[in-house]
């Protein structure tokens, strides 16, 4: 199976803290995304990282890439409750998205 | 606004009888997708569309079919929904490129009663 697999599958924390989830992959891509998906709704594509790119930057968010241990972190830093959601990443395949199992996090206020 | 549009948002079906969910885009975008989401779970891809090639994923049930009557739409016709047919149900877009990013609908949610 190509599915990637995601941790921490939870995470609490406090408003102003900072967040980290990890992807890990089986098989080479072409390129890595992470997506956001708030309860009951579809994903919102938040951010693409290509397979000979090492780090990208967003906003508040920051995505590392290590294709050597099929590895990748996303990182948001100075979290807001408004980022309570679940976050999913993806490996592309030539067309196709095989997510990963996604991790909650919940921002307390 | 460019936009994937889902309805209905929230569809009831009884055992057995067939149901389509639909799918638009002002995208035009080349493929459109078709995923799965059970509760807690990530997005299974079920199908997509290239242009007008369709592509099954090896593991998608017979009982779930798909069709693209032209570049904006796309249906998704379950032929005899089983009780483990209730999920969110995905539509997504993509240009089809090197870039590979997808734009989602808000996801029509099946309940099989």
């Known amino acids: 199976s190509q599915q990637g697999e995601e941790d921490p599958q939870a995470l609490s924390i406090q408003e102003g803290e900072n967040a980290t989830m990890n992807c890990s992959y089986k098989t080479s891509i072409n390129n890595l995304q992470w997506y956001r998906q708030n309860s009951g709704r579809g994903l919102v594509h938040l951010i693409l990282i290509r397979s000979n790119e090492r780090e990208k930057h967003s906003g508040r968010l920051r995505v590392t890439l290590d294709t050597s241990k099929k590895s990748s972190s996303l990182l948001i830093t100075a979290s807001r409750a408004a980022d309570t959601a679940s976050y999913f990443c993806a490996m592309e395949y030539g067309n196709k998205l095989v997510f990963g199992a996604g991790t909650i996090l919940r921002v307390k206020s | 606004d460019a936009m994937v549009i889902q309805n209905p948002r929230y569809q009831v079906t009884q055992f057995g009888k067939p149901v389509t969910l639909s799918c638009s885009q002002t995208l035009n975008h080349n493929v459109m997708y078709w995923y799965q989401q059970k509760s807690s779970q990530a997005p299974k891809l079920l199908f997509h569309?290239?242009?007008?090639?369709?592509?099954n994923e090896a593991d998608t049930p017979d009982n779930f079919q798909s069709r693209r009557p032209n570049t904006s739409f796309c249906f998704l016709d379950i032929r005899s929904p089983g009780l483990g047919d209730a999920a969110m149900y995905l539509c997504?877009?993509?240009?089809?490129?090197?870039?590979?990013?997808?734009?989602f609908g808000p996801g029509t949610r099946l309940l099989v009663l």
């Open positions: 569309y290239y242009d007008k090639d369709f592509n």
């Open positions: 997504a877009t993509s240009s089809g490129g090197a870039r590979g990013t997808q734009y």
